[in-house]
Nanobody, 125 residues
C-alpha cells in the first residue's frame, strides 16, 4: 500500500514555470513506476510523464517532451514534475500515480494502482 500527496499546483502565466511534487508513504519509489497524468473536464486522465522504478528512465507525452521534466528523490520518496514554457492548454487537474512494478511502463491510467488527490494547474494567456 502507498499513499500519494501532491503539491505545487497553482496559477502561472504563459511561458512561466511550476513544479509539482508527489510525496509517497510506504515502500521505496524504486518499487514503482511513478507517473503524472492530467485530466481535462469531461475526459479521462491523460498520460504526461513517467519514471521507471528500476532504472529511472523517463517517458513523456510528445506535447510536453521538451518542456516538462520528471525526476525523483528516492531519499525523500518524492517525484517531481518541472513544468516550463507553460501554455494555456496545459491547464488541467494533475494527478500523481504509482504502478506496482519496477520495470513496466504504461501510459494507461487504468493500469496504475494508487493515486494522489490531484492538484490544479491553471495557465493564463
Amino acid at each position: 500500500q502507498v499513499q500519494l500527496v501532491e503539491s505545487g499546483g497553482g496559477l502561472a502565466q504563459t511561458g512561466g514555470s511550476l513544479r509539482l511534487s508527489c510525496t509517497a508513504s510506504g515502500r521505496t519509489l524504486t518499487d514503482y513506476n511513478m507517473a503524472w497524468f492530467r485530466q481535462f473536464p469531461g475526459q479521462d486522465r491523460e498520460f504526461v510523464a513517467c519514471i521507471r522504478g528500476a532504472d529511472g528512465i523517463a517517458y513523456y507525452l510528445d506535447a510536453v517532451k521538451d518542456r516538462f521534466t520528471i525526476s525523483r528523490d528516492s531519499a525523500k520518496k518524492t517525484v517531481y514534475l518541472q513544468m516550463d514554457s507553460l501554455k494555456p492548454e496545459d491547464t488541467a487537474l494533475y494527478y500523481c500515480g504509482a504502478r506496482e512494478t519496477r520495470w513496466g511502463v504504461s501510459r494507461e491510467w487504468i493500469e496504475y494502482n494508487y493515486w494522489g488527490q490531484g492538484t490544479q494547474v491553471t495557465v493564463s494567456s
